[in-house]
């Protein structure tokens, strides 16, 4: 069984009912739910994933208020009610159980909810967002979890995509189509692996921003890719690429470059016709409204 169904099974049939008879003035106004790392978050989980840190679990979101409040209390019976489960570290019980709302996104965000300012926004990285804004909530009668979960899972404002992707863009060019076949033209074996590597990275997190889809960390950029609607014959070839000959990775790259290309001129975030990277970079910056984005160097983001 998957880590969200085990969560969701958990709550059901040992946390809902000893909420509704212990806890009854504040069962409304706990959050019940997974999210946050782990794989099973994702629903990435698979055999390998259960050789640690695998168990039912779940985490229990309150106000900051209602946390000093109730919080131990309700903390000592989550580990009364969890200490036979086996499996769970104490690096993972650190990760489940109450958990004050602020708090939560505090660890992935910086902020006591979503960013608020661009800036904010830019800084934070994609696979904290993802992460921020994963798993499931099965309960929030009160809604307060769920109001901050709802704007992360807006997607970056207009502005910050566009930074960010032109900054990936600009890594796909001076990586793959730029970096890579020199370094293959001096026989730079590391080099060229880490060309590769860069430019697949970057590739794949464009791919989530034009998905709109917040880029998870990199060991699930590929498994989570395959699952998103748009460029999904980039992916593919993205994932082709490493084991490709090396007398074939650049045109590969080329092809998979042009198909981004192509994203953009129908998402009319791009009006370059110039197939390198570094170019569609600088046009999509080019629309950048924010003065405070704009003015940063095209490779950040």
């Known amino acids: 069984m998957k880590g969200l169904a085990l969560a969701r099974q958990l709550y059901e049939e040992v946390f809902r009912p000893v909420l509704a008879a212990e806890f009854p003035e504040w069962e409304g106004r706990i959050a019940v739910g997974l999210a946050g790392p782990g794989s099973e978050c994702f629903g990435f989980d698979d055999e390998v994933s259960q050789d640690h840190d695998f168990a039912p679990r779940l985490c229990l979101w309150l106000t900051e208020e209602d946390a000093a409040a109730v919080g131990q209390r309700l903390q000592s019976r989550y580990e009364e009610l969890t200490a036979d489960i086996p499996g769970i570290s104490a690096h993972a ?14 660890r992935f965000t910086g902020c006591p909810g979503a960013p608020e300012s661009a800036l904010q926004w830019l800084r934070v990285a994609d696979h904290y967002l993802a992460t921020a804004s994963n798993g499931e909530v099965f309960r929030d009668d009160s809604g307060a979890f769920t109001a901050v979960r709802r704007t992360l899972l807006r997607g970056y404002p207009i502005d910050v995509m566009r930074k960010k992707l032109a900054a990936r863009l600009y890594v796909m060019g001076q990586a793959g189509q730029y970096n890579y076949p020199r370094c293959a033209r001096r026989g730079d074996a590391v080099a060229m692996s880490l060309a590769l590597n860069e430019f697949l990275k970057a590739a794949l997190q464009a791919v989530y921003l034009l998905n709109g889809v917040y880029a998870p960390f ?12 748009r460029l999904r014959e980039a992916v593919l070839a993205l994932g082709q690429l490493p084991a490709c000959p090396d007398a074939e990775k650049q045109e590969r790259i080329e092809e998979i470059c042009l198909s981004v290309q192509d994203e953009l001129w129908l998402r009319g975030l791009s009006g370059s016709e110039d197939s390198f990277m570094v ?23």
């Open 93 to 106: 019980r650190d990760r489940s159980g109450v958990i004050p709302i602020p708090e939560f996104y505090r």
């Open 218 to 229: 990199y060991k699930w950029l590929y498994r989570g890719a395959l699952a998103l609607p």
């Open 279 to 301: 170019n569609q970079a600088f046009s999509v910056a080019s629309e950048i409204r924010d003065p405070q984005l704009a003015g940063l160097d095209i490779s950040v983001g």
